[in-house]
């Protein structure tokens, strides 16, 4: 089994950027899909972005597109969110996802929650406006 552990996030204002890193251990990752959600007070988990296998594509919320970029290490076994002009509405815990056997998903995989695995315990971004 993957362990996930986030880490980066932290209290900013409206237009700053923050980049998200989440560690695996426990065995492998480079053939798993990784994503990231976020959970907004009262509100349903959702998806964020995501990263096939070897990183050769990438996924995103409409919401995020543009802003946000997500990228993995296999050698270091961490994927990144990288999140740039953050807004208010981008305040959320954020958690990393691992799916195994990411060789098999097709992009309509990438943006359920239920796909994935193994799951983070969650980072806190907050945007001050």
């Known amino acids: 089994q993957v362990q996930l552990v986030e880490s980066g996030g932290g209290l900013v204002q409206a237009g700053d950027s923050l980049r998200l890193s989440c560690a695996a251990s426990?065995?492998?990752?480079?053939?798993?899909?990784m994503g990231w959600f976020r959970q907004a007070l009262g509100k349903e988990r959702e998806f964020v972005a995501a990263?096939?296998?070897?990183?050769?594509?990438?996924y995103y919320a409409d919401s995020v597109k543009g802003r946000f970029t997500i990228s993995r290490d296999d050698a270091k076994s961490t994927v990144y969110l990288q999140m740039n002009s953050l807004k208010p509405e981008d305040t959320a815990v954020y958690y990393c996802?691992?799916?195994?056997?990411?060789?098999?998903?097709?992009?309509?995989?990438?943006?359920?929650?239920?796909?994935?695995?193994?799951w983070g315990q969650g980072t806190q971004v907050t945007v001050s406006s």
């Open positions: 990263i096939s296998w070897r990183g050769a594509t990438t």
């Open positions: 996802a691992g799916g195994r056997d990411g060789r098999l998903y097709t992009a309509r995989y990438y943006s359920r929650h239920t796909q994935y695995d193994y």
């Open positions: 426990g065995r492998t990752f480079s053939s798993d899909a």
